[in-house]
């Protein structure tokens, strides 16, 4: 019977569900027929594979071809059915044996010679094959993807003559453990890191910046241009301890969905996104025709920093008030609906007024002030655990001859053991304990009313009262105290520089 059938993965968010490339080939008139819902990219396969079987040195069957794409229901897109196409052809026509297709997958788009492409979102298939401890013929282009997964079930392909005589049993496949004479040289790591002494001065935004890496909480900084809130944010990397292999997967599987494959040499890294201040809420949310993920899914596990975030567009920042608290986001299109983690730690820095400064140096008027302040929402600004000030250095700080402040590792020594405290006593951070947690994190009835009667003369929330708690949490921790002293709160209350300016606006 000239029917085959082999077995690939389709990309459906971070999922790679699997599909089966049914090849028939029957009597009639030469044609090419593709079924089970392709996109166009699917559809282009037909001239793809007919060139590349022939330039490849094989027969091209002139007889009537049905390719399926089970199952039916299920949208395919992009050129990665491109490989499991042409050996489904060769299969059902006997040019190479169906029995050895058997406990394999096929993954890979073709070039018009036969040459094997690499393809976006290959990790994802890479861990179902795992899991499933299935053998998966891949492009060598990929190999940067197979090393971070290595699994050793993974044959890199270059060629479609290749692949066909390991299926003939005449050659072997090379695997990511061996050194074959085209796999390109691993790039040598970076190893320059930004530390935080290179910060002058600032010590109390250095302080915050502890605080937020250790318990994973949200920051604003608030300060005049040329202040260091773009040189303070982009060191909270050197603070934060790396990933695990669990978490550092999860990361490059969601990079590789959306077509940015990630260096080995980083791979425990944590991500650091800045989007420009222009991104629509599509590129920061994700989505598109067919959905992609946005740069809070790309900063999944890591950090999001928006610069200027005041000239966003107000609609697009309120689009990441909900995954901030569910730390998912879901997409929802006719098609599919798809869900892509986010849980990011959002970084933002700001100007408090139109021109840039406050108070006797400001030339904007308090009504002008608050009309752009009020570009943040209230739900969007309530959202930060800490907001703090930013302001001018003192005269003489640029040139004094004072002592370099501390470095990232040692602050990071501290944050690293603050967060282990906080993983030991409640199994996550102290940014996403619940209030039935908060309730057993070592606050005093007073202390609770103390804060309590603080957050009602500054008319906060209940989320903010919450948030309060979490923070002094995390500065107990950092000071190794079991308990949550009224000095920790008081602390957490300082670091409310976006309430005081606000009141301030209102008493004028």
Same mark, same amino acid.
């Given at each position: 019977?000239? !029917?085959?059938?082999?077995?690939t993965?389709?990309?459906?968010?971070?999922?790679?569900?699997?599909v089966?490339v049914?090849?028939?080939l029957?009597?009639?008139?030469?044609? $090419?027929?593709?079924?089970?819902?392709?996109?166009?990219?699917?559809?282009?396969?037909r001239?793809?594979v007919?060139?590349a079987? @022939?330039?490849a040195?094989?027969?091209?069957p002139?007889?009537r @071809?049905t390719?399926?794409?089970?199952? #039916?229901?299920l949208?395919?897109?992009?050129?990665r059915?491109? &490989?499991?196409?042409? @050996?489904?052809?060769l299969?059902?026509?006997?040019?190479?044996?169906?029995?050895?297709?058997?406990?394999?997958e096929?993954?890979?788009?073709l070039a018009?010679?036969g040459?094997?492409?690499?393809c976006s979102?290959v990790?994802?298939? !890479?861990?179902? #094959?795992?899991?499933q401890q299935l053998?998966?013929?891949?492009?060598? *282009?990929?190999?940067?993807?197979?090393?971070l997964?290595?699994?050793?079930?993974?044959l890199?392909?270059q060629?479609?003559?290749h692949i066909?005589?390991?299926?003939?049993?005449?050659?072997?496949?090379?695997?990511?453990?061996?050194?074959t004479h085209?796999q390109s040289?691993i790039?040598t790591?970076?190893?320059t890191k930004?530390?935080?002494?290179?910060?002058?001065g600032? $010590?109390?935004?250095?302080q915050?910046l502890? !605080?937020?890496a250790a *318990? *994973?909480?949200?920051? &604003?900084m608030l300060?005049?241009?040329?202040t260091?809130?773009?040189?303070?944010?982009?060191?909270?990397?050197?603070l934060?301890?790396?990933?695990?292999?669990e978490e550092?997967l999860?990361?490059?599987?969601?990079?590789?969905?959306? *077509?940015?494959?990630?260096?080995?040499?980083?791979?425990y890294?944590?991500?650091?996104?800045?989007?420009?201040?222009?991104s629509?809420?599509?590129?920061?949310?994700g989505?598109?025709?067919i959905?992609r993920?946005?740069?809070?899914?790309?900063?999944?596990?890591?950090?999001?920093?928006?610069?200027e975030?005041?000239?966003?567009?107000?609609?697009?920042?309120?689009?990441?008030?909900?995954?901030?608290e569910?730390?998912?986001?879901v997409?929802?299109?006719a #098609?599919?609906?798809l869900? $892509?983690?986010c849980?990011?730690?959002?970084?933002?820095?700001?100007?408090?007024?139109p021109?840039?400064?406050v108070?006797?140096?400001?030339?904007?008027t308090?009504e002008q002030?608050?009309?752009y302040?009020?570009?943040?929402s209230?739900?969007?600004?309530?959202?930060?655990?800490?907001?703090?000030?930013v302001?001018?250095l003192p005269?003489?700080?640029?040139?004094?001859?004072?002592?370099?402040?501390?470095?990232?590792?040692v602050i990071?020594a501290?944050?690293?053991?603050?967060?282990?405290v906080?993983?030991s006593?409640?199994g996550?951070l102290n940014?996403?304990?619940?209030?039935k #947690?908060?309730?057993?994190?070592?606050?005093s009835?007073?202390?609770?009313?103390?804060l309590?009667?603080s957050?009602?003369?500054l008319?906060l929330?209940?989320?903010?009262?919450h948030?309060?708690q979490?923070?002094?949490?995390?500065?107990?921790?950092?000071q190794q105290s079991?308990h949550v002293?009224?000095?920790?709160?008081?602390?957490?209350?300082?670091?409310?520089?976006?309430?005081r300016?606000?009141?301030s606006?209102?008493?004028?």
């Amino acid at each position: 019977m000239a !029917i085959a059938r082999v077995a690939t993965r389709a990309a459906v968010g971070v999922n790679a569900p699997r599909v089966w490339v049914e090849a028939h080939l029957s009597n009639g008139l030469p044609a $090419f027929n593709l079924v089970g819902l392709p996109e166009a990219s699917v559809k282009e396969a037909r001239e793809r594979v007919r060139s590349a079987l @022939i330039n490849a040195g094989f027969e091209f069957p002139q007889r009537r @071809i049905t390719i399926n794409l089970a199952p #039916a229901d299920l949208p395919k897109q992009g050129g990665r059915y491109d &490989l499991p196409i042409a @050996i489904g052809i060769l299969a059902a026509s006997g040019q190479i044996p169906a029995t050895a297709l058997a406990q394999h997958e096929f993954i890979g788009e073709l070039a018009l010679s036969g040459e094997v492409r690499e393809c976006s979102g290959v990790l994802p298939v !890479i861990v179902a #094959a795992r899991q499933q401890q299935l053998t998966l013929v891949m492009p060598q *282009g990929n190999r940067s993807e197979a090393e971070l997964v290595a699994y050793p079930q993974v044959l890199l392909a270059q060629q479609l003559q290749h692949i066909a005589a390991y299926l003939h049993g005449q050659e072997t496949l090379p695997t990511i453990h061996d050194n074959t004479h085209w796999q390109s040289p691993i790039p040598t790591p970076d190893t320059t890191k930004r530390c935080l002494s290179d910060v002058i001065g600032q $010590f109390q935004a250095k302080q915050a910046l502890e !605080i937020a890496a250790a *318990g *994973g909480h949200n920051l &604003l900084m608030l300060g005049p241009p040329g202040t260091g809130k773009t040189m303070l944010a982009s060191r909270i990397l050197s603070l934060l301890p790396p990933l695990d292999y669990e978490e550092a997967l999860e990361v490059a599987a969601i990079h590789s969905v959306a *077509g940015m494959p990630m260096d080995s040499t980083q791979f425990y890294q944590r991500p650091f996104r800045a989007p420009h201040h222009t991104s629509s809420a599509i590129s920061l949310v994700g989505g598109g025709s067919i959905p992609r993920p946005g740069e809070i899914s790309l900063a999944h596990l890591g950090v999001l920093f928006l610069d200027e975030v005041a000239e966003f567009p107000r609609r697009v920042l309120d689009c990441l008030r909900e995954p901030m608290e569910t730390g998912e986001v879901v997409i929802s299109r006719a #098609a599919a609906k798809l869900t $892509f983690a986010c849980r990011f730690q959002l970084i933002a820095a700001m100007n408090p007024s139109p021109c840039g400064d406050v108070g006797a140096d400001s030339r904007a008027t308090p009504e002008q002030v608050r009309r752009y302040l009020s570009r943040l929402s209230g739900p969007f600004i309530d959202r930060f655990d800490l907001t703090i000030e930013v302001p001018k250095l003192p005269a003489g700080t640029l040139t004094a001859q004072a002592g370099e402040g501390e470095t990232s590792a040692v602050i990071a020594a501290r944050v690293e053991a603050a967060r282990a405290v906080q993983l030991s006593r409640a199994g996550v951070l102290n940014s996403q304990l619940s209030s039935k #947690a908060l309730r057993q994190a070592g606050f005093s009835i007073q202390d609770l009313v103390f804060l309590e009667q603080s957050v009602t003369r500054l008319g906060l929330s209940v989320r903010s009262f919450h948030r309060l708690q979490r923070v002094a949490r995390t500065i107990a921790d950092l000071q190794q105290s079991p308990h949550v002293e009224r000095r920790h709160i008081a602390q957490a209350l300082s670091y409310r520089a976006m309430d005081r300016l606000l009141t301030s606006l209102r008493a004028q």
